[in-house]
């Protein structure tokens, strides 16, 4: 009896020893055959690691049109034009090129060696569409692209009279609230579907897709925002103290030049309805609609910012209001 006793406890033990075998090998292919990372992950940990302009101090890369002047006959920087052919025939800055946006990416690569110049300025009408593009042009790693503040506004008094000065207004200031609104949870992450494994070729398709889709299709208009907030994530892209004096009822405020990465608040976004992003005059956040569209996001800016429904309070408060002053006479080529 206690012989067979032994034979079947050595039989029980082989057995064991033999399913923990088994359950090794198990967990070894398991290791070894881990789920590839999505184009999301791979594009978002390189723009990260290698093109993280608007979480960075150096964002937004504006220069103000006094620079510009100043430097008309420097042949170090160059001024590319990226309104319509009409309204650059109308007057346009000395030595611009008049560039489709559309055409922005293909004429950096076989127009200009954009490494010879210190600066590339973009130039609109408001400022709002050549941030829009020059944060596109950032992310595809021209880190000399800048906007013109203001854009042609702030060059002559007729461009800002069409542009900044008939877009200013205070119409919303008393449906403003100042109770603090939480940020949503983390959620499900953008699904792109390039076809493409490596970073630099998922970046380089989704810049296609962004410079060949026009920019109007990002803006969003006040008067839409305060008729139907439900329809947007709303993000408060200013400090707290600003957020605190005032912002968009349902608004979320998030920290400019931090909270939009993998380790703070960027997971928070929605995919399933548009993000809306504002700053003081949209320029500032075109930068940002151009990064979570190349990640993948809806995203859509606030045309004319904070500028278009509480113009007044930002004048009371010394921030970024556009006025008259702000216009200078300079000439034109016409």
Known sequence: MKKLSLILLTILLSSIVLLSGFKGVNEYQANTNPVPPSEFEVLLNFLETNRNFINSPDAPALIPA?????????????????????????GHIKNANNVPAADLLTYFEKNIVPADYDKIVLVCYSGQSAAYYTGLLRIAGYDNTYNMNWGMSSWRVDFAENSWLKNTSSDYAQKIEI????????????????????????????????????????????????????????????????????????????????????????????????????????????????????????????????????????????????????????????
Not at 69 to 82: A, E, F, R, S, T
Not at 289 to 296: P, T
Request: proline share 4%.
């Open 66 to 90: 006094s620079e510009v002047k100043k430097n008309l006959k420097n042949v170090k920087y160059h001024i590319i034009d990226i309104r319509s052919e009409s309204w650059f025939e109308y």
């Open 179 to 334: 109770s603090a609104n939480a940020k949503a949870a983390n959620g499900s992450l953008p699904v792109l579907e390039t076809g493409q494994s490596e970073a630099e070729a998922i970046l380089r398709t989704r810049l296609e897709t962004a410079f060949a889709t026009p920019y109007k299709e990002s803006i969003v208009k006040s008067v839409d925002v305060f008729a139907n907030p439900d329809n947007y994530y709303i993000i408060d892209y200013n400090t707290d103290d600003r957020y605190s004096k005032g912002h968009i009822p349902q608004a979320v405020q998030y920290e400019p030049n931090s909270s939009l990465t993998s380790a703070a608040d960027l997971y928070t976004l929605p995919t399933d309805k548009q993000v809306l992003v504002y700053g003081a005059t949209g320029q500032e956040t075109a930068y940002v609609v151009a990064y979570l569209n190349i990640l993948g996001y809806k995203a859509g800016n606030l045309a004319y910012g904070s500028n278009s429904f509480m113009h007044k309070t930002l004048k009371d408060n010394g921030w970024e209001a556009f006025t008259k002053k702000n216009v200078n006479m300079y000439p034109v080529v016409e």
